[in-house]
């Protein structure tokens, strides 16, 4: 709305563990940023013991997650 201290994110994107090394999923989907829905993003599966959420937020504001789920 445009009220307070929070804001969508400018991005965010989905990253995997291998080794020592963080590297971004392959073939995502767009990754949405899209008020009151659920953003989802399809990619090539992974084996992994790690994931990570990386998230470009709007100078100034903060932002917050509502659910992350992997299936």
């Given at each position: 709305t445009g009220?307070?201290?929070c804001r969508?994110?400018?991005s965010w994107r989905i990253l995997y563990r291998d080794?020592?090394?963080w590297?971004?999923?392959e073939n995502p989907t767009p990754y949405g940023t899209e008020?009151?829905?659920c953003n989802l993003v399809s990619f090539k599966p992974v084996t992994t013991n790690g994931?990570?959420?990386e998230i470009r937020l709007v100078p100034q504001f903060s932002a917050g997650i509502y659910e992350?789920?992997?299936e």
């Open positions: 009220i307070g201290e969508l994110p400018q080794g020592d090394d590297r971004p999923v008020k009151d829905k994931l990570r959420l992350w789920k992997v």
